[in-house]
């Protein structure tokens, strides 16, 4: 069995159709697990009931009784996502001896589904990165050049997944961070639309932009997992009920019709010339397909970073305010409880997390709130107007998902501005609460390059009707490293 080329549509059929067992396809991920794993970094812990899991559907299959829609596929899982028994760290040593007391939505829906929950997998500390190197637990390397960054905060997912750990991911992504490193591993990664989606399980950072999404090779493979994994859901108050199901055996497999617009916004300099070329030739792909491609504007695009790392900060500032040292977790013994205080969190969190506590708790304090946070909303509404206005003209925006391939470990570690920019394509789809995902359109010098389609929310079909025709007509996610 080749697991670097192997999809769940692939493996569900070959399953089905006896050509192999469950057990089979997990032993081979395990397989890869064991011979990978040490130098990528790129799980954390794998579970010991992996195995017992495959057993358990195969004899179902072998009974003739009825099996959910991932029978049997191998699913890694981010970090801050919770699965009952598990270490739950999100990447950090304040929750290394974190263990989850309950299934978070998402789990208990692949559960349902008869998914094989293999393995723990790395992610930049509390989601706050884009290159996986904020991890307590070491970096995660780039499967396709392991002296390169996987992006981030879904590193781990990302960088199993092409490696062929697992046939899919869950990721969650708050700026980008399931799609850019999805593009740059050379993986299909989606972020849902906002409430689509439940967050209910998912270690909160910034509540108002998290999503839970899927990471698989193929957009067929995603959309089989968000079918799986979406819906309301009563413990999550900003899940949506009432939304149209989704069934990807519906989604057409043509752009005739379809209207594709091009931000001139996302074209400027700065952006890797190779990257520009490859995400051009994508669109001209679309275009032989049937698509009608036409310029449009998102004129507040140049403010959505600044807004971003405003919002962002002041949520996660709030959401983090929860360890203490008290209540749960990574505690240190002072000489007082503000002692205490301080020593817990100066010791549990990294760098990176402590950055973004002292921007939030700056934006929100008495003397700027007005100046930085509520000015910020301000600017988020207005890129939310943009698109809104676009989405009368066109039914997709086509554009980069990262301005640049990976880059070397370390490059930017020491120059958290530069490594912001890494987001810069991907974190208006998540102030305007949109649905994205990146799809590889390229290479440069034997790396990744990814094409991202948004639109409107809850239309997620039409990009996954892109995503399938542009994969029918390349050849690109067939690509492995």
């Known amino acids: 069995m080749d697991i670097s080329t192997m999809t769940i549509r692939k493996a569900l059929d070959q399953m089905q159709a006896g050509e192999f067992t469950a057990k089979d396809l997990v032993q081979a991920c395990l397989d890869s697990i064991e011979s990978k794993n040490e130098n990528l970094n790129a ?63 998402v789990i208990k829906r692949l559960r349902q589904a008869d998914a094989i929950l293999i393995g723990r997998a790395n992610m930049d500390e509390f989601a706050m990165g884009s290159s996986g190197e904020t991890s307590h637990y070491g970096p995660t390397k780039n499967p396709w050049d392991e002296t390169k960054v996987p992006g981030g905060s879904s590193s781990g997912s990302c960088a199993a997944v092409a490696s062929g750990m697992a046939l899919g991911a869950l990721g969650t992504d708050t700026g980008g961070s399931i799609r850019q490193p999805a593009s740059l591993c050379g993986l299909t990664g989606l972020k849902p639309t906002y409430g689509r989606v439940s967050r209910y399980g ?56 379809v209207k594709i617009g091009i931000p001139k916004e996302y074209f400027l300099a700065g952006m890797d010339p190779a990257v520009e070329k490859a995400v051009r030739e994508g669109i001209e792909e679309l275009k032989k397909g049937g698509a009608e491609i036409t310029e449009v504007s998102l004129p507040h695009t140049e403010y959505g970073l600044a807004a971003y790392y405003l919002l962002m900060p002041a949520e996660a500032s709030s959401n ?87 880059w070397d470990l370390g490059a930017k570690f020491d120059d958290p501005l530069t490594m912001y ?61």
Request: with cysteine; proline share 4%; charged share 25%.
């Open 320 to 406: 983090l305010g929860r360890y203490d040292g008290v209540r749960y977790a990574y505690s240190s013994n002072g000489n007082d409880l503000i002692d205490s205080y301080a020593r817990t969190r100066g010791e549990g969190f990294g760098a990176e997390v402590k950055r973004r506590i002292m921007l939030g708790t700056y934006a929100l304090s008495a003397g700027y709130y007005d100046a930085y946070y509520r000015k910020a909303l301000k600017v988020r509404t207005l890129i939310k107007q943009d698109f809104d206005d676009v989405f009368k003209q066109v039914d997709l925006i086509a554009c980069p998902t990262s301005p640049s391939v990976a």
């Open 43 to 105: 799980l954390l812990s794998v579970a010991d009931s992996a195995l017992a899991q495959a057993d358990a559907i195969d004899r179902k299959r072998a009974a003739g009784e009825e099996l959910g829609a991932l029978a049997g596929i191998p699913i890694v899982i981010k970090d801050n996502i919770l699965v009952k028994g598990w270490t739950a760290s999100a990447g950090s040593r304040i929750l290394e001896d974190y263990q989850a007391s309950y299934d978070a939505t």
């Open 202 to 257: 998912a270690v909160a950072m910034c509540s108002s932009h998290d999503q839970i999404g899927p990471i698989a090779k193929t957009a067929e493979d995603a959309a089989l997992i968000l079918a799986v994994i979406e819906g309301s859901d009563a413990k999550d108050a900003t899940s949506v009920a009432g939304t149209d199901v989704f069934i990807p055996e519906l989604v057409q497999k043509d752009l005739k019709g």
């Open 421 to 481: 920019l890494s987001d810069v394509y991907t974190i208006t789809a998540n102030l305007a609460t949109l649905p994205g995902m990146s799809v590889p359109c390229g290479f440069k010098d034997g790396l990744p390059i990814g094409l991202q389609f948004l639109a409107k929310p809850f239309d997620e079909a039409s990009i996954f009707r892109a995503g399938m025709f542009y994969q029918s007509a390349t050849d690109w996610h067939k690509k492995t490293p």
